[in-house]
T-cell receptor, first 116, second 115 residues
Framework: DTAVSQTPKYLVTQMGNDKSIKCEQN?????MYWYKQDSKKFLKIMFS??????INETVPNRFSPKSPDKAHLNLHINSLELGDSAVYFC????????????????FGEGSRLTVL | DQQVKQNSPSLSVQEGRISILNCDYT??????FLWYKKYPAEGPTFLIS?????DKNEDGRFTVFLNKSAKHLSLHIVPSQPGDSAVYFC??????????????FGKGTLLTVNP
């Protein structure tokens, strides 16, 4: 009963393909995120989603989050490029004002995407 | 522009000694600072946090110190244990409209605790 789960864990694909990474959380959190960890090891936020897109950092529009319901936030990537190779982390949180916490993120295990 | 910097990519300490991991930041809007721990092939997990209005927060073997004037924080682990070997990420929280917040992460520091 993993709190935040991502599939697939590993994905190897060719340039130009379209792929998706799925994310599900069973914590009842309102907000979900996608982070990217590239070869330089920075964890950079890509998207934050709570019923609507809240944060959309400067990622190419080839990347799009899709949320079928509150427990899921999937990441779709079109026309994959070599530079998209990275580890993608899904996360969820409760707003700090509701949970009386710092709004810390709960991360999934990550999905390693390799584009050949 | 790296708003959160962890300048030491790695740190090695002996079991039982103190581990000190450092973090610097540039954005004065950050109101909370968090430390995350990450084992290989796992996602980061929350460890400890500190509000910008405090200068120290302690939780068991872990203490975080904040020097707001220097825009610097540090994580102390005493005593260090081999199971503490992991990558430690410093993160800072900034408001992002309404009740939303954004976490900005550093590059992480790989801590190795030798038996």
């Amino acid at each position: 009963d993993t709190a935040v789960s991502q599939t697939p864990k590993y994905l190897v694909t060719q340039m130009g393909n379209d792929k998706s990474i799925k994310c599900e959380q069973n914590l009842g959190h309102d907000t979900m995120y996608w982070y990217k960890q590239d070869s330089k090891k920075f964890l950079k936020i890509m998207f934050s989603y709570n019923n609507e897109l809240i944060i959309n950092e400067t990622v190419p529009n080839r990347f799009s989050p899709k949320s079928p319901d509150k427990a899921h936030l999937n990441l779709h990537i079109n026309s994959l490029e070599l530079g998209d190779s990275a580890v993608y982390f899904c996360a969820s949180s409760q707003p700090p004002i509701l949970a009386a916490n710092t709004g810390e993120l709960f991360f999934g295990e990550g999905s390693r995407l390799t584009v050949l | 522009d790296q708003q959160v910097k962890q300048n030491s990519p790695s740190l090695s300490v002996q079991e039982g000694r103190i581990s000190i991991l450092n973090c610097d930041y540039t954005n004065s809007m950050f109101d909370y600072f968090l430390w995350y721990k990450k084992y290989p092939a796992e996602g980061p997990t929350f460890l400890i946090s500190i509000s910008s209005i405090k200068d120290k927060n302690e939780d068991g073997r872990f203490t975080v110190f904040l020097n707001k004037s220097a825009k610097h924080l540090s994580l102390h682990i005493v005593p260090s244990q081999p199971g503490d070997s992991a990558v430690y990420f410093c993160a800072a929280r900034a408001p992002w409209g309404g009740s939303n917040y954004k976490l900005t992460f550093g590059k992480g520091t790989l801590l190795t605790v030798n038996p």
